[in-house]
């Protein structure tokens, strides 16, 4: 499942303008085939350099409130004729970045200097992120006409900002290389403006501070950045590239002292504290009744609050709405239950008082997902939130994280892609406090593949087993069979349960307790598997490894930059057991094989039981992140796992 990303959503969503953030130092005066020749040389193979990528805000006191215009600049020159992928882009409005004008042109190269082309045709629609019911945000798309190798395409436009605490960070560094980026930012000396750099221990960042009059003009400006990595299952851009997180401390007020706005998790507690202070207090009865119905007989409170999640989980369906302030505020217990669906903060807080009316006191709970790389000690602002969720103090200090929008989270789990994070717990109104989230065991999320197969007379083999998945496993696999029909649930199970050779066929499966909490997600199934068995004279060769996980995941540590994500650690248990053909004995039978790593690991075991060959197989994975420095371990790894997959049971024909 994806992670929700409404709470929070405004700072995500301009974060989307990263590759519009574009700004500019005056070009020298150069003829386009000598900047062309310039730019390829330093950047060796990329299609599209930006020249220039800067963004100008300026902050203005209007009363009590700040007011924020933003004017960004993008200047990119094409380099070869596949940047014809780069000729359409787009900008966004929404209720925290409104977008007050926007040009865009074709520099055309003609002789030694450029011909301007305009855009005019600029089209508006909304713009809806995946798993996204409602959202406000807006995009204008556009083509730049005329684009070919030494065009440049040039874009400017000014969005208002209405609200200081929503504000985009500053990426020095896009989807291809930049010449010059700049962020400046002029604001009155009674403002207070603080900000937080990340990831440029690699990237000269030069600032200035300039007093004029009764401003301060803060500059940031980085030269002749590279195009980052592009790897797959790499993280999101905000863990390795290097950006600028901007954020309003302290302004000035009309009456009284100056006011705190973003200076540390207390205010922004405040913000949050804010969102749901409104919430009506009235009970709703038809939900007090479900309540009560829910919690008779049941002998402890951690069954009651069990009972309670899994209701929501099974009655309220998880609708993202993105609108404005609506996608911060909850709405009503009461109108939650009565619609039987709603986004993440209002399954919080429907979780959150369905507790409350049983006697069982619990938090609104605000938190990051495994997207965003920041912690509250480091940032407190908007951009380190982006989902919302109940916690359930099961014991001082002991804390249970409710996540009613992942249906087929089980109790006691948090959802995969908020382990690890920092959440932010609303003790009351005026009362915050952050606690970590565990990183589950690989054993919280076991698979069970346990087959009996025999030999069939035209060198293949017949099987009949039981797939069992657990936690996280179960979660993901539940997520794929949801809502499939026939046919394509036949489709997904064959490649679940594929092994041997393309030459696999599942002749029967049975899929049990996809909607049954706490008892494992179970595939029965028999299947045939063609031509795998090799027979030489009177012997028979049966490799017993029919699956082999991660066989060819070996890393070129020479080529990949980035680590590798992975969503939760597990471990894979197989037992296979062989019946041995009639008329052989066992002529070899393979030595225990097993490496125990941190970050993984296997153990394969063989032996004789009666007319039987059991293999006996655990693979286990252990990380969440593998950073570059730990590719040689994992390689290393993989070799000896690769090296047991090659082992074969022998049999040899007895003699008469």
């Given at each position: 499942m994806k992670a929700n990303k409404e709470v929070g959503r405004?700072?995500?969503?301009?974060?989307?303008?990263?590759?519009?953030?574009?700004?500019?130092?005056?070009i020298r005066a150069q003829q386009p085939t000598q900047l062309v020749a310039q730019m390829q040389a330093q950047f060796p193979g990329e299609k599209a350099v930006y020249l220039d990528y800067r963004t100008d805000l300026t902050l203005e006191l209007k009363g009590d409130s700040v007011m924020i215009l933003a004017r960004h600049h993008q200047d990119m020159l094409h380099l070869d004729a596949q940047s014809v992928a780069y000729a359409s882009d787009r900008a966004f409005n929404s209720h925290f970045s409104r977008?007050?004008?926007?040009?865009?042109?074709?520099?055309?190269?003609a002789g030694n200097s450029y011909k301007a082309v305009k855009v005019t045709d600029f089209k508006e629609k909304f713009e809806l992120q995946s798993g996204i019911f409602y959202d406000d945000t807006r995009a204008t798309t556009f083509s730049f006409p005329a684009v070919s190798p030494g065009a440049r395409t040039v874009t400017d436009y000014t969005v208002r900002h209405p609200d200081p605490r929503f504000l985009a960070p500053f990426y020095f560094g896009a989807h291809v290389p930049m010449r010059h980026a700049e962020l400046t930012i002029t604001a009155p000396?009674?403002?207070?403006?603080?900000?937080?750099?990340?990831?440029?221990?690699n990237t000269p960042i030069s600032f200035t501070k300039q007093e004029k009059g009764n401003l301060i003009i803060y500059r940031w400006t980085a030269e002749n950045l590279p195009s980052p990595p592009r790897d797959d299952d790499g993280p999101e851009a905000a863990y390795y590239l290097p950006h600028l997180v901007y954020f309003v401390e302290e302004v000035p007020s009309v009456a009284g002292p100056p006011r705190k706005m973003l200076a540390g998790v207390p205010e922004l507690y405040n913000l949050y504290a804010s969102f749901v202070s409104n919430l009506d207090p009235k009970e709703s009865p038809a939900l007090h009744k479900v309540v009560d119905s829910l919690v008779v007989g049941a002998k402890t409170e951690q069954e009651r609050v069990q009972r309670i999640y899994y209701w929501v989980q099974d009655n309220i369906r998880y609708v993202a709405f993105e609108n404005g302030m609506g996608g911060f505020i909850p709405r009503d217990a009461g109108q939650v239950y009565a619609k039987r669906?709603?986004?993440?903060?209002?399954?919080?807080?429907?979780?959150?008082?369905?507790?409350?009316?049983?006697?069982?006191?619990?938090?609104?709970t605000w938190i990051g997902t495994r997207d965003l790389p920041y912690r509250y000690s480091e940032l407190a602002t908007p951009g380190v939130d982006n989902h919302m969720i109940t916690t359930y103090e099961a014991s001082p200090g002991k804390y249970v994280f409710l996540d009613a929008t992942n249906k087929y989270m089980p109790f006691g789990m948090p959802s995969s892609f908020i382990q690890g994070k920092e959440a932010l717990?609303?003790?009351?109104?005026?009362?915050?406090?952050?606690?970590?989230?565990?990183?589950?065991?690989?054993?919280?999320?076991?698979?069970?593949?346990v087959s009996a197969v025999k030999l069939d007379d035209k060198g293949g083999l017949r099987g009949k087993g039981s797939l069992q998945l657990s936690g996280y496993a179960k979660v993901r696999q539940s997520y794929a069979l949801d809502g499939l029909d026939q046919q394509q649930e036949n489709k997904y199970v064959k490649a679940l349960l594929e092994r041997g050779n393309n030459k696999f066929f599942v002749?029967?499966?049975?899929?049990?307790?996809?909607?049954?909490?706490?008892?494992?997600?179970?595939?029965?199934?028999?299947?045939?598997?063609?031509?795998?068995?090799?027979?030489?004279?009177?012997?028979?060769?049966?490799?017993?490894?029919?699956?082999?996980?991660?066989?060819?995941?070996?890393?070129?540590?020479?080529?990949?930059?980035?680590?590798?994500?992975?969503?939760?650690?597990?471990q894979n248990r197989t037992r296979t057991e062989l019946e041995i053909p009639a008329g052989y004995d066992v002529e070899y039978l393979p030595a225990a094989a097993e490496s125990h790593d941190p970050l993984f690991g296997f153990r394969i075991k063989y032996e004789r039981q009666g007319n039987k060959i059991v293999q006996d197989r655990?693979?286990?994975?252990?990380?969440?992140?593998?950073?570059?420095k730990q590719f040689n371990q994992w390689n290393a790894g993989i070799e000896k796992l690769?090296?047991?997959?090659?082992?074969?049971?022998?049999?040899?024909?007895?003699?008469?």
């Open positions: 405004a700072a995500a969503l301009l974060v989307l303008q990263v590759g519009l953030l574009l700004g500019a130092a005056p977008l007050q004008k926007l040009e865009a042109r074709t520099m055309v190269p000396r009674s403002i207070k403006v603080n900000y937080k750099l990340f990831h440029v221990e669906y709603g986004d993440c903060k209002d399954m919080a807080n429907l979780t959150r008082e369905m507790l409350r009316m049983a006697g069982i006191k619990s938090y609104l717990l609303a003790i009351d109104g005026k009362n915050c406090k952050v606690v970590g989230v565990p990183v589950m065991e690989k054993d919280s999320s076991p698979i069970s593949d002749d029967s499966y049975k899929v049990s307790h996809l909607d049954t909490h706490d008892k494992p997600l179970t595939i029965d199934y028999e299947y045939r598997l063609q031509d795998y068995v090799q027979k030489l004279d009177d012997e028979i060769y049966v490799n017993l490894n029919l699956e082999q996980p991660y066989a060819h995941d070996k890393i070129d540590a020479t080529k990949r930059r980035l680590p590798r994500v992975n969503e939760y650690a597990h655990e693979v286990y994975i252990n990380y969440l992140m593998l950073e570059p690769n090296a047991a997959y090659r082992e074969t049971v022998i049999f040899k024909k007895k003699r008469v």
